[in-house]
């Protein structure tokens, strides 16, 4: 009896890899292929790395972005208090980072008088609408940082939002390691929270519309895509779909978590996007 549940584990246990890592994921990423951060599933985002890789893209440049709403400080919000914060938020995520920018914008508002005639109140006298901090700079060599973190102050509701987009050229083996531990890093317990990771790569092959869109859905059908949609134009297709291995999800009526998106590229070749749970931006 003990070896028939010893044997019904072991079946378990392998179905379950099957159904994670089954077909394309199974075979291990050959070393200094471009799935970055030492190229196992378990990475964060191995899956965006393996659609470069079966689309036989390289990969150029990994963006990402989060956004998080914080639990203000019961004190009044001030551009001191959040230069603070931002240089707190900074230090965690490299103690040696140095930025290359730093600006402060303060903007005050108030409501003027129901009585047109009445003297307007002092600017300096009322609680400022919005503060931005905003800090940028190189965060490691060939990788960027830009920083915002805003704070709102409305009918005595305070809010703090933190934006922080960064970037890396090349391969973006270092980015891909840090969104997997972001959150962590920067020791914050968000109201909500978003974060999108992109990549975007080079085909050498320059594919028509009807190519373009039978790639991307091929690379998304052996993601474990499901509700595979696309859009087309002349000379760039976007496609999207949900895949249970990939967390999030977005879309009003269909789950979406993932997109691929192809353009043809004015200087030869082809270029090649793929995000979690979108794209972010242009292309």
Same mark, same amino acid.
């Given at each position: 009896?003990?070896?028939?549940?010893?044997?019904?584990?072991?079946?378990?246990?392998?179905?379950?890899?099957?159904?994670?890592?089954?077909?394309?994921?199974?075979?291990?990423?050959?070393?200094?292929?471009? +799935?970055?951060?030492?190229?196992? $599933?378990?990475?964060?985002?191995?899956?965006?790395?393996?659609?470069?890789?079966?689309?036989?893209?390289?990969?150029?440049?990994?963006?990402?972005?989060?956004?998080?709403?914080?639990?203000?400080?019961?004190?009044?919000?001030?551009?001191?208090?959040?230069? $603070?914060?931002?240089?707190?938020?900074?230090?965690?995520?490299?103690?040696?980072?140095?930025?290359?920018?730093?600006?402060?914008?303060?903007?005050?508002?108030?409501?003027?008088?129901?009585?047109? %005639?009445?003297?307007?109140? %002092?600017?300096?006298?009322?609680?400022?609408?919005?503060?931005?901090?905003?800090?940028?700079?190189?965060?490691?060599?060939?990788?960027? !940082?830009?920083?915002?973190?805003?704070?709102?102050?409305?009918?005595?509701?305070?809010?703090?939002?933190?934006?922080?987009?960064?970037?890396?050229?090349?391969?973006?083996?270092?980015?891909?390691?840090? +969104?997997?531990?972001?959150?962590?890093? !920067?020791?914050?317990?968000?109201?909500?929270?978003?974060?999108?990771?992109?990549?975007?790569?080079?085909?050498?092959?320059?594919?028509?519309?009807?190519?373009?869109?039978?790639?991307?859905?091929?690379?998304?059908?052996?993601?474990?895509?499901?509700?595979?949609?696309?859009?087309?134009?002349?000379?760039?297709?976007?496609?999207?779909?949900?895949?249970?291995?990939?967390?999030?999800?977005?879309? %009003?009526?269909?789950?979406?978590?993932?997109?691929? $998106?192809?353009?043809? %590229?004015?200087?030869?070749?082809?270029?090649?996007?793929?995000?979690?749970? !979108?794209?972010?931006?242009?292309?």
């Amino acid at each position: 009896m003990r070896r028939f549940i010893f044997l019904a584990l072991i079946s378990l246990i392998i179905m379950g890899a099957v159904f994670l890592f089954g077909g394309e994921f199974a075979a291990p990423v050959p070393g200094g292929s471009a +799935a970055g951060g030492g190229g196992g $599933a378990g990475e964060p985002y191995f899956l965006l790395y393996r659609a470069m890789e079966l689309a036989g893209a390289r990969v150029t440049r990994g963006d990402l972005h989060y956004w998080a709403e914080l639990a203000p400080e019961r004190e009044a919000l001030t551009a001191p208090r959040l230069e $603070a914060q931002a240089d707190g938020l900074l230090w965690r995520l490299a103690p040696r980072f140095v930025p290359a920018a730093a600006s402060t914008r303060v903007e005050r508002g108030f409501c003027p008088p129901a009585d047109g %005639d009445a003297p307007l109140p %002092d600017p300096a006298a009322v609680l400022p609408a919005y503060i931005l901090v905003e800090r940028a700079g190189e965060l490691y060599p060939g990788g960027h !940082l830009r920083l915002l973190l805003q704070g709102l102050e409305a009918k005595e509701e305070r809010a703090v939002h933190l934006f922080l987009t960064l970037r890396e050229e090349g391969e973006a083996r270092r980015l891909g390691e840090l +969104a997997r531990r972001l959150p962590a890093v !920067l020791e914050l317990a968000p109201r909500h929270s978003n974060l999108t990771f992109a990549l975007t790569g080079r085909l050498p092959s320059t594919l028509d519309s009807d190519a373009m869109e039978a790639l991307a859905r091929e690379v998304a059908g052996k993601l474990g895509a499901r509700q595979i949609e696309s859009v087309r134009e002349e000379f760039m297709v976007s496609v999207t779909g949900y895949t249970p291995l990939l967390k999030g999800k977005r879309g %009003d009526t269909l789950p979406v978590n993932l997109n691929l $998106a192809l353009r043809r %590229d004015d200087s030869g070749g082809t270029i090649f996007w793929v995000g979690t749970p !979108l794209i972010p931006g242009m292309y």
